[in-house]
């Protein structure tokens, strides 16, 4: 099955600074790639998504590029500020909804 | 239109009972998701449900199992629990496949 590996585990970034998130996964036939953010105490929430036929996707201070030969998938968020604090999760799917996810990021922007 | 809707929302069970978890998915979403969410290990996918049929299985013992109701509504049954079920178990819906998912609250459960 389908394999994803995400890194790093924990990120700090001043305020201001931008923050990337790389994920890797292991099915070439993975073709749906979201992004969650969850924060504490509280349910995970859509930030982005990209499908396989789209190398890049922007949304205001947030992008995930795509790059299906070497499979892997990034998060960048630029301007950070103290609310970008929590923790980030990617995903992979490539049938129906079986989501196979990393194993999160905790992203503290630093005042 | 009200989100994905989770009972209950904290249990506390003891090792070797059952456990049935509850999800009602946002109206018109005929497609749920129950993940096991640990510290260690992230979100892992448990099953997936369409229409009443399960479509999807990862890879946990058959101690779990789940249904789908005629209204999309969806249970999860854990038997003979262990200590290491506890978690924090979170539901997703969406319309169809490979399209947004949106999670409830969770169910957090505790297993001594």
């Known amino acids: 099955g389908e394999n994803v590996e995400q890194h790093p585990s924990t990120l700090s970034v001043q305020e201001g600074d931008s923050a990337v998130i790389k994920c890797t996964y292991s099915?070439?036939?993975?073709?749906?790639f979201p992004w969650y953010k969850q924060e504490l105490g509280k349910r995970p929430q859509l930030i982005i998504d990209?499908?396989?036929?789209?190398g890049e996707k922007k949304d205001q201070r947030i992008a995930v590029t795509l790059n299906k030969t070497a499979k892997h998938f990034s998060l960048h968020i630029t301007e950070t500020q103290p609310e970008d604090s929590a923790v980030y999760f990617c995903a992979a799917s490539s049938t129906g909804n079986q989501f196979y996810f990393g194993t999160g990021t905790s992203l503290t922007v630093i005042p | 239109k009200a989100g994905v809707t989770q009972t209950p929302r904290y249990l506390i069970k003891t090792r070797g009972q059952q456990v049935t978890l509850s999800c009602s998915p946002i109206?018109?979403?005929?497609?749920v998701s129950w993940y096991q969410q640990t510290p260690g290990q992230g979100l892992q996918f448990l099953f997936e449900?369409?229409?009443?049929?399960?479509?999807n299985k990862g890879n946990f013992p058959g101690r779990f199992s789940g249904r789908q109701f005629s209204n999309s509504r969806s249970e999860m049954n854990v038997s003979t629990l262990e200590l290491g079920d506890s978690a924090l178990y979170l539901c997703?819906?969406?319309?169809?496949?490979?399209?947004?998912?949106?999670f409830g609250p969770g169910t957090r459960l505790l297993v001594l």
């Open positions: 997703a819906s969406s319309s169809l496949s490979l399209e947004t998912q949106y």
């Open positions: 109206s018109g979403h005929r497609s």
């Open positions: 099915d070439s036939a993975s073709n749906y």
């Open positions: 449900y369409f229409s009443e049929t399960q479509r």
């Open positions: 990209i499908r396989s036929n789209v």
